[in-house]
């Protein structure tokens, strides 16, 4: 009688069906990947040994290890100088899911679905090619698209690795904020040249979804009004206004729209405390909400909150 023929072992990646890929969305190797295959372990650091070279100086010789495991990955710290951040923590060990982002340096990785056929040395040569054709004669630290990593994601990294830095947002409609960070606390921010508060204009970035982020060296500047908040402190009043600003969004008008005093104006402005008159003359003087949030020191949602209120009572109307 014959031995039965040994059983073909599956990877992991065959097991669940599925198989992963490392995708570069920010820094030097931006738009490069690298495959994540069973069996088999990924050294990331600066040697020239490892899997995955990483040649920046905020990189460790030997600075993480990924490994699948059954159907898990697995990211592990080795001791690095600068940190391993997943999702914004810095870890020692943690699971890695679809869709998870990996800092690493100056690099943002996301863990992604896709179809991992290269092997590791294809995708190093593939990784330096990436590199060569991104080199500019002015190199920044870390570039990528805040559709891909999200504009609170971005400062929960710079914030838990304590980045040193100037965080620069280009929108499609010619907008370009700048946020400005020591030691991963932001100290300064500013839209434009509009004159508005620095923390209102943190809030205000965080409602954009489109555009380019590059992470600029920092500039040896002084700042007037300078602030000095943690960027997780930030991040949750922000998010809080943001969640405010959308609700009572489909009340108002386009921020765009005519906004003016009714003549006659019926109700009694006595009727008024110092918040609502003081938007009230801007909204005359200004013409707009947007202007007028604009000019008003008040953050957005406080500023669009008062002029709902006046337009409810009559004391606006929009044309």
């Given at each position: ?276 008159l003081d938007m009230l003359q801007l909204v005359h003087n200004t013409g707009t909400i947007e202007a007028a949030m604009n000019k008003s020191p008040l953050t957005d949602f406080e500023s669009a909150e008062l002029v709902l209120k006046l337009l409810k009572a ?6």
């Amino acid at each position: 009688m014959q031995d039965p023929a040994p059983k073909a072992t599956l990877s992991p990646a065959t097991r669940s069906g599925r198989s992963y890929l490392l995708r570069f969305i920010s820094g030097k190797y931006q738009g490069g990947e690298f495959p994540v295959v069973a069996d088999k372990q990924i050294f990331v650091g600066r040697s020239s040994e490892l899997d995955m070279v990483l040649v920046e100086d905020m990189v460790s010789r030997k600075h993480a290890r990924i490994t699948v495991q059954t159907d898990q990955i697995w990211i592990e710290d080795l001791g690095s100088t600068n940190g391993t951040f997943v999702n914004g923590e810095k870890i020692k060990k943690a699971r890695l899911k679809e869709g998870d982002r990996i800092l690493i340096g100056t690099s943002i990785l996301k863990l992604i679905a896709g179809d991992a056929t290269q092997n590791n040395m294809d995708a190093k040569r593939e990784l330096e090619n990436v590199a060569s054709q991104r080199r500019t004669s002015q190199a920044r630290t870390m570039s990528g698209s805040i559709e891909e990593v999200p504009i609170p994601d971005l400062l929960q990294l710079f914030g838990t690795s304590k980045k040193n830095g100037t965080l620069v947002i280009r929108t499609e409609d010619r907008n370009v904020g700048r946020i400005y960070l020591k030691k991963g606390i932001i100290v300064y921010s500013v839209i434009n040249d509009l004159e508005l508060p620095p923390v209102k204009c943190v809030y205000r970035m965080l409602t954009w979804e489109k555009g380019m982020f590059d992470f600029e060296p920092p500039e040896d500047r002084e700042f007037p009004n300078e602030v000095s908040l943690g960027v997780q402190e930030m991040l949750m009043e922000g998010i809080h206004q943001l969640d405010e600003f959308n609700r009572i969004r489909a009340e108002l008008p386009d921020l765009h729209a005519k906004i003016q005093i009714p003549l006659p104006l019926e109700p009694s402005l006595r009727a008024l405390g110092p918040a609502e008159l003081d938007m009230l003359q801007l909204v005359h003087n200004t013409g707009t909400i947007e202007a007028a949030m604009n000019k008003s020191p008040l953050t957005d949602f406080e500023s669009a909150e008062l002029v709902l209120k006046l337009l409810k009572a009559h004391y606006l109307r929009s044309d």
